[in-house]
């Protein structure tokens, strides 16, 4: 699996939109990205996931660039409860393959 | 539905001592993994299980740890004996390989401290 980098933490007001960058220069055409969160105390959660095209579902956006070297998953109005780690994966998808996680991005969302 | 159960939350045990670890995957998920977090650190997968094989088990260390998935069903993580650096939380997941996602399922972990 491509390896990814993120910054390890960032700060966003409540209600404002937060976006969290990773980088993957070394993905492979078949390996998907991924994002998964972890609420303090808790196992990490899926979030959303993106081959080549923005995809976005009720919690979350995804960007990739169109080289796929890089991606930003866009929380649109965080709220407090959106503090947690977010992890940046890059796997191929539709497999029973284990997920290789880093140390993700610390997300800290203020009032 | 139920998700991925979790037992114990927390435990707390003398080094040297025995300790196993309990998980029950989401129903009709055939693949389960063991991961280890240490504090600060992302989820670092022990093993991993396709029904009742496991598939994946180079990270795990196999003179202390063992697991077994009996059945392909639940599944037990035992250490024996434990030392002071296995203090942990130990996560379980599952997911339906071959599915359209491969979305990985968590349970709450297990918080092992070991004195």
């Known amino acids: 699996d491509a390896k990814t980098t993120q910054p390890p933490s960032m700060d966003c007001a409540e209600g404002r939109a937060a976006n969290l960058p990773c980088n993957h220069s070394?993905?492979?055409?078949?390996?998907?990205v991924y994002w998964y969160r972890q609420i303090h105390s808790q196992g990490p959660q899926y979030i959303i996931h993106?081959?080549?095209n923005n995809e976005t579902n009720e919690m979350a956006s995804l960007i990739i660039t169109e080289d796929r070297k890089s991606s930003t998953l866009i929380l649109p109005h965080a709220t407090l409860r959106d503090t947690a780690v977010y992890y940046c994966?890059?796997?191929?998808?539709?497999?029973?393959?284990?997920?290789?996680f880093g140390k993700g991005t610390s997300l800290l969302v203020t009032p | 539905e139920a998700g991925v159960v979790q037992s114990p939350r927390y435990k707390i045990i003398e080094k040297k001592q025995p300790v196993a670890f309990w998980c029950n995957p989401i129903?009709?998920?055939?693949?389960l993994y063991w991961y280890l977090q240490n504090l600060g650190q992302g989820p670092e997968l022990l093993i991993r299980?396709?029904?009742?094989?496991?598939?994946?088990d180079s990270q795990l260390p196999k003179d202390r740890f063992s697991a077994e998935r009996l059945k392909g069903v639940d599944s037990t993580l035992k250490i024996q004996p434990a030392e002071l650096g296995d203090s942990a939380v130990y996560l379980c997941?599952?997911?339906?390989?071959?599915?359209?996602?491969?979305?990985?399922?968590f349970g709450e972990g297990s918080r092992l401290t070991v004195l």
């Open positions: 997941a599952s997911s339906l390989a071959g599915g359209p996602v491969g979305e990985l399922f």
């Open positions: 070394t993905i492979s055409g078949n390996e998907y």
């Open positions: 993106g081959l080549k």
């Open positions: 994966i890059v796997r191929v998808a539709y497999s029973g393959y284990a997920l290789n």
């Open positions: 129903s009709g998920h055939n693949t």
């Open positions: 299980y396709e029904n009742e094989e496991a598939v994946d």
